[in-house]
């Protein structure tokens, strides 16, 4: 979800396309997800723009796994 430049003087990026990503990659059965997560991402030193909030990560983490057992089933 990065996008090189994006902020004109360094990275930019949209984590709202995280979640949705990682549940298309899950669903064609992928083998890892590499999330970038920070307490504050607006308050980061890099990559804040493309960062999970850690609050939401445990939520994000059990729907993927749900997600990976139904597509492991089929």
Known sequence: ???PGGLGTSSGGN???AFPLA??????GIAGIFMEVHP???K??????NSIRL????AI?????KLDN?????
């Open 44 to 49: 980061a030193l890099s990559d804040g723009a």
């Open 70 to 74: 139904v597509a492991k089933a089929l």
């Open 1 to 3: 979800v990065q996008s």
């Open 15 to 17: 984590r709202e396309m």
């Open 55 to 58: 609050k939401d990560i445990a």
């Open 23 to 28: 549940k298309a990659a899950i669903a064609i």
């Open 61 to 65: 983490l059990s729907a993927l796994r």
């Open 40 to 42: 504050q991402p607006e």
